[in-house]
């Protein structure tokens, strides 16, 4: 059972490289999310997508772009990417439009270092 | 918006004794899902349990239990007969049923159980 599956798990970025984390589901989840987690702090939402098709904003997401390429993927790139976005970086699924006690199911997380 | 709080940096418990983890929430939906998490110290993301704001019960799921106080906009994890595989960070979440319907989580309680 795949579920949610993010790459690459660790990467090692020079200050104003681009890179692009994957995320695909197999549940055929209509919502997905991108979530970081810096240290000794619970996970804020970069963005989210509703469904396939649809992308909006989260708490922090500047620095970030992502993309619904359809219903199983979502990416996350960083266009230039600065120390400040050194972080773990959590892709997740749920099932449903509308609101629902639906579990939402994690990736296993993605570290990044920027240097 | 919303807002989780979880006061507790760390705790310690003897082993096989039960912990309450603090958390309290904030919201003017009347529509919302409550939910703990767990992370071990390999990062990834453990579902633990759900309660949602119109529930007449507490959440139960095997050793774990939620504490919910409507009123008081509190939402306790209780563990019972603590193990020393429940060392790990717990996160409280919150997930409303307008706007983003994203989890907004606290900052998370750092559980250390001693034999």
């Known amino acids: 059972n795949a579920g949610v599956t993010q790459t690459p798990k660790f990467q090692v970025l020079k200050t104003g490289q681009s890179m692009t984390l994957q995320c695909a589901q197999d549940?055929?989840?209509?919502?997905m999310y991108w979530y970081r987690q810096d240290p000794g702090m619970g996970l804020r939402l970069i963005y989210y997508?509703?469904?396939?098709?649809?992308?909006d904003k989260g708490e922090v997401p500047n620095g970030y772009n992502v993309s619904r390429l359809n219903k199983r993927e979502f990416s996350l790139r960083l266009e230039s990417a600065a120390p400040s976005q050194t972080s773990v970086y959590f892709c997740?699924?749920?099932?449903?439009?509308?609101?629902?006690?639906?579990?939402?199911?994690f990736g296993e997380g993605s570290w990044l270092t920027v240097v | 918006a919303q807002k989780i709080t979880q006061t507790q940096p760390g705790m310690f418990v003897q082993e096989k004794e039960a912990v309450t983890l603090d958390c309290t929430y904030d919201?003017?939906?009347?529509?919302?899902?409550l939910f703990w998490y767990k992370q071990p110290s390999s990062g990834e993301m453990i579902f633990l349990i759900y309660?949602?704001?119109?529930?007449?019960q507490n959440a139960t799921e095997g050793r774990y239990s939620l504490n919910f106080q409507k009123a008081r906009k509190s939402a306790n994890l209780v563990i019972s007969a603590s193990q020393l595989g429940d060392s790990a960070m717990y996160f409280c979440?919150?997930?409303?049923?307008?706007?983003?319907?994203?989890?907004?989580f606290g900052s998370g309680t750092r559980l250390q159980v001693q034999p």
């Open positions: 549940m055929n989840h209509n919502s």
């Open positions: 997508s509703a469904s396939e098709g649809t992308t």
């Open positions: 309660q949602g704001s119109y529930d007449q």
């Open positions: 979440a919150m997930r409303v049923s307008t706007g983003r319907r994203a989890l907004t």
């Open positions: 997740a699924s749920s099932e449903g439009r509308g609101f629902s006690g639906n579990t939402i199911y």
């Open positions: 919201t003017s939906d009347p529509s919302y899902g």
